[in-house]
């Protein structure tokens, strides 16, 4: 499994950064192209207006996105976000905003892969009369959270490599099934072992997958987020599948309380980062 970390408050914080592999890449392996706008929190999160991963937007100044994603790591003003976008190539009826800072969970463990999660806050909120950009409310009690059951039919969104290993222009989807958790576990021998905060995916007729690319992308069960692409073992292989953050009650409740307060933070290099806990 491959991730990247988000910049704690010591010093160990920051060498994990440096220990984790790159799954910013992770993307859609057998999906098709949605239909165009009908995913309009959509977000491409972009390194000198080159896609880096996805994200969702959550509130008008507001996307939610991984942690492992590392976008504080790079030059701020280098790292914009994409709204209202298909194709990546067209940005007639887009928006592109810049970062005003960035919120990646203190908790995010190297070891546990546990809450990769990352809010961002844009510099600006984003037009409502420009393109087709709406917002995906979170939300707002925990208790609206509810497990996902092993067997259910969920999709993956995103904008990342494609079977032919290269960038795809356009936003695709594919389908995936949730897996039980100690079977995925197993899979990947307990590194890292599934906890309640996450979820496994994946589609073994087709070998559907996010693979790199997606990363931070939405994982969609009965037209519900319920989870962020984190990461998996290269892409497509049915004994390696995607592992997803769970926006279970612990991640929302977390989630509003950086929205609603922005309590307990650190400014360190240009992040900030809010523990979980």
């Known amino acids: 499994m491959h991730i990247r970390r988000s910049l704690p408050l010591t010093v160990l914080f920051v060498f994990s950064i440096l220990e984790l592999a790159d799954s910013s890449k992770m993307s859609i392996i057998g999906g098709k192209d949605v239909k165009p706008h009908s995913k309009p929190w959509m977000a491409s999160i972009q390194l000198n207006q080159q896609h880096k991963c996805g994200g969702i937007l959550i509130k008008d100044q507001w996307v ?15 790292v914009t976000v994409l709204l209202g976008a298909h194709s990546l190539r067209k940005e007639k009826g887009t928006q592109r905003i810049k970062v005003k800072s960035f919120h990646p969970s203190g908790t ?5 892969k546990q809450d990769d999660i990352m809010l961002i806050k844009l510099e600006t909120k ?3 009369k420009v393109g087709k950009v709406k917002v995906w ?6 208790k609206s959270s509810k497990d996902v059951s092993p067997g259910s039919k969920c999709s993956v969104t995103g904008w990342g ?15 995936v099934t949730i897996m039980d958790r100690d079977l995925c576990s197993c899979y990947y021998n307990n590194k890292p072992t599934i906890t309640q905060d996450m979820l496994c995916a994946g589609n073994k007729a087709i070998k559907g997958d996010a693979c790199q690319g997606d990363s931070g992308g939405p994982l969609e069960c ?3 987020i319920v989870g962020l692409v984190s990461g998996g073992h290269g892409c497509g292989d049915p004994k390696k599948p995607g592992v997803y953050t769970r926006l279970s009650n612990r991640h929302l409740d977390w989630i509003n309380k950086i929205l609603k307060h922005q309590a307990n933070i650190t400014h360190f290099k240009g992040a900030v980062t809010d523990d979980l806990d």
């Open 137 to 142: 409310t979170i939300p707002k009690s925990s």
């Open 161 to 175: 490599l494609t079977s032919k290993n290269v960038p795809s222009d356009t936003l695709k989807e594919v389908k």
């Open 222 to 224: 009965n037209k519900k």
């Open 108 to 112: 995010f463990s190297v070891k546990t």
């Open 126 to 128: 984003f037009n409502k």
């Open 64 to 78: 939610l996105t991984a942690a492992h994603c590392k976008m504080f790591l790079e030059p701020k003003d280098a």
